[in-house]
């Protein structure tokens, strides 16, 4: 029993192993697959590994040959090191530099901590370079542009960058010969020295000459101005004509020169004042309107009245800017337009910037030429047919600069120029200390017609109507349309220009005149190179006329005396035209004090020929003793005198005039070399302004006549048109320039609450209101008790004269009037000096 027990348990035993083995067997069966999968899969990576370790050791060899290629190739010398500073590459450029025989390759594994024998004589100074290696090594940064002496002479650029290899850091040394770069700076900077010293020198000589050539030039003009006046022969007229053109020409091309000097030798400085660009711009188009309108230009000032009253900047350089653009556009300009625009482009309260364009309808500047035209000296092929120097743009873009602005030109060949300033200012609304724009209602509800305009000036006029508040009905441009008149509304006035019409003034003023409604509207008539005496005045009918280039007061004026709103020479000086200086009632003296005589002479002739007296004083101290015992109607005086100046002699003007209590005498002053520092002490003088010399005679008359106070006129009042017209005329000729016509007592009435009359010529036999009778009304307002009238009657009893005395008439003259009469009567009035 025990055995069989036996049997049993060895025979499971038996099995247990049995069954063990079998699944130790068929585990090892799945090792030994797993096993092969993985060799298989671990042999293929190898595979992959050796592919990429091959490509990438190819690539490495590629980039490599490329480095060494790029290396070899480079114009400058290359050395790399190793960690252990063995060469690891050079080449040719860095054999050739050191002196070095052989190829490059041949120094590959050269040690060189044991080149210091080599490096000795190679440098000439070693002992740094030496040292130097060793900071660079030590300091492990890269240093660009090394400077370094060699021995020879030559000079060498190194630049030092460590790169790190195999672990541990190499090094790049690069090389470069500057020896030819550095003595071509060299040699630059020098050139450069001789140069600027060599400008100085000629800016000081231009300077210099400028001024020595003016002083005498300006007497040359001066007196050929005076001589124009009075020759009549035309071959002498003509040789004058010749010697002024190009006196003025090389006059401004002087200036031109100075100008440029001084700017080249950091001499010129802006000023601040306040001033009015309005008036600024419609300044500089008046000043150059002659020259324009002479050579068959339209010139025209488009402003926009909405402007500031005042900006602050300096005036006198911006003028001399957009007198040069006005200049160049009328020079290079044969046919059609120029207008000078001001506009704000950008404004807030305090500041605004201004916009001044000067455009023409010249030959306009090709695109490649537009840049260049602003360099110095610089001028378009074409353009040397006109006189010039190249230099007037590189002053204005110079002067630009300075008042903080910029200058360029929009331009296209065959239609033109625009040549285009912008001008930051700040804004002073108190305005400038002489008020001379219009204010923006002067024309407030009229409504005018306008007739005879130009096509490119019916914009600009239509902006300067509706910029006075007037409602504007424009002809259509061309010859007169009846239909128009016919379709007229109810206007206030017209303004005609005759010479846009394109027919006959005398065939233009009757058809105006048959009109049923012009008639009885007051016209403005519109000149542009001389206004019609007062003879024909009054037979065109035309009351007034305002010259072109038309400025908006001198506009504004003329309407409203034409309409009947004028205030007396309120709105300026343009409201009397050329007639301010001179004529009955006046008998202004001007005191001149000038130590030049030839400059003495010429102003003194000039002041004359504006019917003017003159009183020299040839020094300070003459003209103060003069000042103590008379006054003057204006005073004129130079600046730089020896003993007392200008300056010193305005102080003591004013002085006398403070402790005399006389009136403010306006006091211009004139100098050669007028400076930033002399505007502030003129004013602080007391000086009202100031002009340079050589003044033109039109600028003097100017500035006079804005200073001198205004004249009275004469007036004739007859009902007979011819009679008033050759009364004008007589008077015209015996030296009166201005004089005023009515038809009647109330129109004579009407007329002097428009306009100062010194002196009324009266017909006794007037319809409506008699000839008496006008007088005794005249006579009777306060303001015109201290007129004189004169009657005028075909009736030569003492009865009538009687009657004219009795009403007040101071004299009486017998029709017809002879031009001796009236001479005669000027003279015992005391208005017998321009009574020429
Ligand atoms: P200048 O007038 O003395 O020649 P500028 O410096 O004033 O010198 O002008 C340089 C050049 O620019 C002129 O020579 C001319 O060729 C050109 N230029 C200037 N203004 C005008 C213009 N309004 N129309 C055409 N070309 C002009």
Same mark, same amino acid.
């Given at each position: 029993m025990e055995t069989m027990d036996e049997v049993e348990a060895y025979r499971r035993a038996l099995t247990r192993e049995r069954r063990a083995r079998e699944e130790a067997e068929r585990l090892l069966e799945v090792k030994a697959g797993e096993l092969y999968a993985a060799k298989t899969r671990l042999s293929r990576l190898n595979e992959e590994l050796e592919r990429t370790v091959e490509e990438r050791t190819h690539r490495l060899e590629e980039a490599h040959l490329k480095l060494r290629t790029l290396i070899k190739n480079l114009p400058f010398a290359v050395m790399v090191e190793d960690g252990q500073r063995r060469i690891a590459l050079c080449n040719g450029e860095f054999c050739s530099l050191f002196g070095v025989p052989g190829d490059p390759d041949d120094l590959i594994g050269t040690d060189c901590t044991q080149t210091g024998e080599y490096v000795k004589g190679l440098f000439a100074e070693p002992e740094h370079f030496l040292e130097r290696v060793e900071e660079l090594l030590e300091q492990q940064e890269p240093f660009l542009g090394e400077r370094i002496e060699l021995a020879d002479g030559r000079v060498l650029e190194r630049a030092f960058i460590p790169v790190s290899s195999s672990g541990s850091m190499g090094h790049t040394w690069l090389y470069r010969d500057i020896t030819e770069a550095e003595e071509a700076a060299q040699e630059l900077e020098q050139a450069r020295r001789v140069a600027e010293s060599a400008n100085e020198e000629k800016s000081k000589f231009l300077a210099m000459m400028s001024h020595e050539l003016r002083t005498p030039l300006s007497v040359v003009v001066g007196a050929a101005e005076l001589l124009d006046t009075m020759v009549t022969d035309s071959e002498q007229a003509r040789l004058l004509r010749l010697l002024r053109g190009n006196a003025d020409s090389?006059?401004?091309?002087?200036?031109?020169?100075? /100008?440029? &000097? +001084?700017?080249?030798?950091?001499?010129? *400085? $802006?000023? =601040?004042?306040?001033?009015? !660009?309005?008036?600024?711009?419609?300044?500089?188009?008046?000043?150059?309107?002659?020259?324009?309108?002479?050579?068959?230009?339209?010139?025209?000032?488009?402003?926009?009245?909405?402007?500031?009253?005042?900006?602050?900047?300096?005036?006198?350089?911006?003028?001399?800017?957009?007198?040069?653009?006005?200049?160049?556009?009328?020079?290079?300009?044969?046919?059609?337009?120029?207008?000078?625009?001001?506009?704000?482009?950008?404004?807030?309260?305090?500041?605004?910037?201004?916009?001044?364009?000067?455009?023409?309808?010249?030959?306009?500047?090709?695109?490649? /030429?537009? &840049? +260049?035209?602003?360099?110095?000296?610089? *001028? $378009?092929? =074409?353009?040397?047919?006109? !006189?010039?120097?190249?230099?007037?743009?590189?002053?204005?873009?110079?002067?630009?600069?300075?008042?903080?602005?910029?200058?360029?030109?929009?331009?296209?060949?065959?239609?033109?120029?625009?040549?285009?300033?912008?001008?930051?200012?700040?804004?002073?609304?108190?305005?400038?200390?002489?008020?001379?724009?219009?204010?923006?209602?002067?024309?407030?509800?009229?409504?005018?017609?306008?007739?005879?305009?130009?096509?490119?000036?019916r914009g600009p006029v239509r902006r300067l109507f509706e910029g006075l508040g007037a409602r504007v009905l424009m002809h259509p441009p061309g010859r007169l349309d009846s239909d128009w008149l016919d379709g007229l509304e109810v206007i206030d006035g017209l303004l005609y220009d005759p010479d846009g019409v394109m027919v006959a003034e005398s065939v233009l003023t009757n058809v105006l005149r048959a009109h049923e409604q012009t008639t009885s509207v007051p016209w403005v008539r519109v000149y542009g190179m001389r206004p019609l005496d007062a003879a024909q005045r009054a037979v065109l009918g035309s009351a007034e006329q305002v010259g072109k280039p038309l400025r908006s007061s001198a506009v504004a004026a003329a309407v409203r005396r034409a309409v009947g709103r004028g205030e007396a020479n309120a709105l300026g000086s343009d409201a009397l035209q050329s007639s301010v200086l001179s004529g009955p009632g006046r008998s202004l003296t001007v005191l001149l004090v000038e130590d030049d005589p030839d400059n003495r002479a010429v102003l003194e002739h000039q002041i004359h020929a504006m019917g003017l007296d003159v009183d020299i004083a040839v020094d300070g101290r003459m003209a103060i003793d003069k000042a103590r015992r008379s006054t003057y109607a204006l005073v004129i005086t130079d600046i730089g005198m020896p003993v007392v100046d200008g300056f010193a002699f305005a102080r003591a003007f004013r002085e006398l005039e403070a402790r005399f209590q006389r009136p403010r005498t306006p006091i211009i002053a004139l100098s050669a070399h007028l400076q930033a520092q002399h505007v502030r002490r003129c004013e602080e003088a007391g000086i009202d302004t100031y002009l340079t010399k050589p003044c033109p005679v039109s600028v003097l008359r100017e500035t006079i006549e804005r200073w001198v106070p205004s004249k009275p006129a004469v007036l004739v009042v007859d009902d007979a048109p011819d009679l008033r017209a050759i009364t004008g005329m007589r008077l015209s000729r015996a030296g009166v320039v201005d004089v005023a016509f009515a038809s009647s007592g109330e129109e004579a009435l009407e007329v002097m609450t428009t306009q100062p009359i010194g002196l009324v010529l009266l017909d006794m036999s007037l319809p409506g209101i008699s000839g008496p009778e006008t007088a005794s009304r005249i006579l009777a307002r306060p303001a015109w008790r201290r007129v004189p009238i004169v009657g005028m009657s075909g009736d030569a009893t003492t009865e009538g004269q009687q009657c004219a005395r009795d009403a007040g008439c101071i004299d009486f003259l017998v029709k017809p009037v002879t031009e001796r009469m009236l001479r005669t009567l000027l003279e015992q009035q005391g208005l017998a000096r321009t009574a020429t």
């Open positions: 090389i006059l401004h091309q002087i200036t031109e020169l100075l /100008e440029y &000097a +001084k700017l080249e030798a950091g001499e010129t *400085r $802006v000023s =601040e004042g306040v001033f009015d !660009p309005v008036v600024l711009v419609e300044d500089v188009v008046e000043s150059l309107g002659t020259i324009a309108i002479d050579k068959g230009l339209e010139i025209f000032a488009d402003v926009d009245l909405a402007l500031p009253l005042g900006v602050v900047g300096d005036a006198q350089r911006l003028r001399q800017l957009l007198v040069n653009l006005v200049m160049n556009a009328v020079k290079f300009t044969e046919r059609g337009t120029i207008s000078v625009r001001a506009k704000a482009v950008h404004a807030d309260e305090d500041t605004t910037n201004i916009r001044y364009e000067v455009a023409d309808t010249g030959p306009g500047i090709a695109p490649e /030429e537009q &840049a +260049k035209i602003f360099g110095r000296f610089y *001028r $378009v092929e =074409e353009a040397r047919r006109v !006189p010039g120097t190249g230099l007037g743009l590189s002053i204005c873009s110079g002067l630009a600069e300075m008042m903080g602005g910029g200058i360029s030109v929009e331009s296209e060949l065959g239609r033109g120029s625009t040549f285009v300033l912008e001008c930051p200012h700040r804004v002073n609304a108190t305005g400038p200390r002489e008020e001379h724009r219009p204010t923006r209602n002067a024309l407030a509800g009229l409504t005018l017609a306008v007739l005879g305009v130009s096509e490119a000036n």
